[in-house]
């Protein structure tokens, strides 16, 4: 069903225990990258039992929020933030601090 919604999408991001974990200036790289080039994202989060091996192979990058497990909702609040945080570089606003 995940990888249906995610249908339209170019790029697919799997949110996995064992992806890499992102500073928030790499994030921002990779969002002045897909808005550059037009692209359609979708990160996918996985439920207590991780991603299927099908849709874990479907995504182009594995991403990890952090090595402690994470209740669904504060990862999908967590990553709506940091994709605010990275705009903010983006647009050169004092949001995110160093």
């Not at 339209?8 to 500073?23: P, V, Y």
């Not at 990058?61 to 090595?67: D, F, G, T, V």
């Not at 497990?69 to 990862?75: G, I, N, Q, V």
Request: hydrophobic share 40%.
């Amino acid at each position: 069903m995940l990888l249906k919604e995610a249908e339209n999408s170019n790029i697919l991001i799997a949110m996995d225990e064992h992806g890499q974990q992102k500073a928030t200036t790499d994030l921002k790289d990779s969002l002045d990258k897909w808005l550059q080039n037009g692209d359609k994202v979708s990160i996918i989060i996985g439920g207590a039992d991780g991603l299927s091996s099908k849709c874990l192979k479907a995504c182009s990058e594995k991403w990890a929020l952090s090595k402690l497990t994470l209740p669904h909702s504060f990862a999908r609040l967590l990553i709506t933030e940091q994709l605010f945080r990275a705009y903010t570089l983006t647009i050169n606003h004092p949001y995110h601090r160093e």
